[in-house]
C-alpha cells in the first residue's frame, strides 16, 4: 500500500501531469483538499473510489482515513494544490506514515508561480533585470516565519518576489518593500490561477491594494512583485541563442 502526494496543479484539470491523473484514477481512495482543488480534477477517480475532501478535516481525521486504507491494502492519493513541496503541509503528514510504517510517494504538480507567469504571459528571470525568483509567504494566522526571512530581506536582493498568503497584508507588502523596489514596481495579483473564476489584477506597489480592494478579493491570490513584471524593454537577449557566444552544444563554426 502506498500514499501518493499529487500535486494538483493550480486547478486547471488539463493542467494535471500524466502521472497524476493515472494515479487518481487507479487509487480506490482519494483524499484532496477541496478549499484549494476543484472537484474537476479529480473526477478521474475510479468508480466507486472513496472521494473526501479534507478542507472540514484535521490532521489527525486524515491520519486516520490512510491508516484504515492501509488496513484495507489499499491505495491512496492525496491530491494537494500546486506542488507538493511548497506549502503543501506534507511534512508533517510523512512524519506520521514513517511512524506507521507507511510508503509513500511524492508526485510534483504544477506550482501556482509558475501558472501565474504563463498566465500573465510574461518571464520572471529576464537578463539583467532579475535572475532569482523567491517563493515566501506571510505568517498572518498560519505559523510564524523563520528569523531573518522577511520580505525587506528578500527584497535588498531585487529578485522576483512569489508572495503566498498575502492578499489581506499588502498595506504591509507595500511598507516593507517600497524603499527597495520604489512604489512604481509592478505588482501583479492573480486570483485563483487556473479556476474557470480566475482574475488577474495588474497595478505597483503604490496602487495595487485599492485595485485589490475594489476587486473584493480576500483569500486564494499569489502576488507577484518585482522589475520583471514591467514591459522589459531595453533588456538584452539571453546568451543562451547568441550566435556570438559558442557553447558545447553549438560550437563556433569554422569559416
Known amino acids: 500500500m502506498t500514499v501518493y ?12 501531469t500524466l502521472k497524476a491523473a493515472r494515479l487518481i484514477g487507479e487509487c480506490p481512495v482519494c483524499l ?5 482543488v476543484p472537484e474537476a480534477v479529480v473526477a478521474c477517480a475510479p468508480e466507486g473510489a472513496l472521494v473526501m475532501d479534507t478542507a472540514p478535516m484535521n490532521l489527525d481525521e486524515t491520519h486516520a482515513q490512510i491508516v484504515a486504507a492501509h488496513a484495507r491494502g489499499q491505495n491512496v492519493a492525496r491530491v494537494h494544490s500546486g506542488d507538493p513541496s511548497l506549502y503543501g ?11 506507521d510504517g507507511i510508503d509513500y ?17 510574461t518571464e520572471l528571470t529576464v537578463p539583467e533585470i532579475a535572475q532569482s525568483i523567491v517563493l515566501t509567504r506571510m505568517s498572518m494566522k498560519s505559523t510564524g516565519m523563520p528569523q531573518g526571512e522577511t520580505l525587506a530581506n528578500f527584497a535588498r536582493t ?35 490561477v487556473g479556476w474557470p473564476d480566475q482574475l488577474i489584477i495588474r497595478g505597483t506597489l503604490m496602487d495595487v491594494r485599492e485595485k485589490v480592494r475594489a476587486a473584493k478579493i480576500t483569500r486564494t491570490a499569489l502576488i507577484l512583485v518585482g522589475p520583471a513584471l514591467s514591459d522589459q524593454h531595453g533588456f ?18 569554422k569559416v
Open 105 to 121: 510517494q511524492i508526485i510534483p504538480g504544477v506550482p501556482a508561480y509558475a501558472a501565474a507567469a504563463a498566465a500573465l504571459g
Open 158 to 192: 531585487g529578485a522576483t518576489l512569489a508572495i503566498h498568503l498575502g492578499i489581506r497584508a499588502l498595506r504591509e507588502i507595500e511598507r516593507q518593500l517600497e524603499p527597495h523596489y520604489g512604489a512604481d514596481c509592478p505588482v501583479a495579483v492573480v486570483y485563483r
Open 236 to 253: 538584452p537577449d539571453s546568451a543562451l541563442y547568441d550566435a556570438a557566444k559558442p557553447h558545447v552544444l553549438r560550437p563556433k563554426r
Open 89 to 99: 503541509a506534507i511534512a508533517e503528514q510523512i512524519r506520521r506514515l514513517k511512524a
Open 5 to 16: 502526494f499529487i500535486g494538483a496543479g493550480p486547478g486547471d484539470p488539463e493542467l494535471l
Open 32 to 36: 484532496y483538499a477541496g478549499s484549494l
